[in-house]
Each structure stands twice: as C-alpha cells, then as structure tokens.
C-alpha cells in the first residue's frame, strides 16, 4: 500500500479553478492506477477521474468530463486533478486513491489505499 495526502482544497467561486494535488509516499507509485473521488454532505462517495500507471489511459465521470483533468508526474509521486468551470454542484470532499492496478478502475472497492480527503467549495 502507498499512504497518500490531498491538497489544494478550498474555496472558489463559480466558475473558478483548482488543482488538487495527491502525493504519495513509496516507491512503487508507478505501479499503481491512481483515482480522485468525491463525497458531498449526506451523499455516498463517487468516482470522478482515474489515470492508469503509465499516465496514457485516463477515464471521467460525465459529471466532470470536459471541465477536469487528471495527470500524474512519477517522477513527483504524485497525482493531479485540475479543475476547471467549477460549478455548485462540485462542492465536496475530494479523495485521492490508489489501485494496484494496470487498468484504469472506476469503482471504489478496486482501491486499497485513500488520502484523508480535501474539501473543495464552489459558491454561487
């Protein structure tokens, strides 16, 4: 397993930007397929972006295609996910998670590590 620590959280307004960041501790991160999830008050946690080991294959929800992009940097161990036209709906806590996996998983039990989580805040 790899330990993993969000930042980047934070208030914006709608319409704004962030960029998350995920690092991770080990050095196997290449091995893993790296995911960013969310979890809004009251609400069961979704997926949002994954990017394969390599960084080739990346896949979105449809919620956040278009507007979000995730990228890695191995060489950092770490793990990005920019932001972009932020909407209301986005407001959340964002996780980071790793998957010992040469796929691209979208499903949170294919993940065996998890960040504490980042909170994220879109005003209207």
Request: hydrophobic content about 35%.
């Amino acid at each position: 397993q790899v330990q993993l620590v969000e930042s980047g959280g934070g208030l914006v307004q709608d319409g704004g930007s962030l960029r998350l960041s995920c690092a991770a501790s080990g050095r196997t991160f290449n091995k893993y397929a790296m995911g960013w999830f969310r979890q809004a008050p009251g609400k069961e946690r979704k997926f949002v972006a994954t990017i394969s080991w390599s960084g080739i294959s990346t896949h979105y929800a449809e919620s956040v295609k278009g507007r979000f992009a995730i990228s890695r940097d191995n060489a950092k161990n770490t793990v990005y996910l920019q932001m972009n036209s932020l909407k209301p709906e986005d407001t959340a806590v964002y996780y980071c998670a790793a998957a010992n996996s040469y796929y691209v998983p979208t499903t949170s039990s294919d993940f065996g590590s998890w960040g504490q989580g980042t909170q994220v805040t879109v005003s209207s």
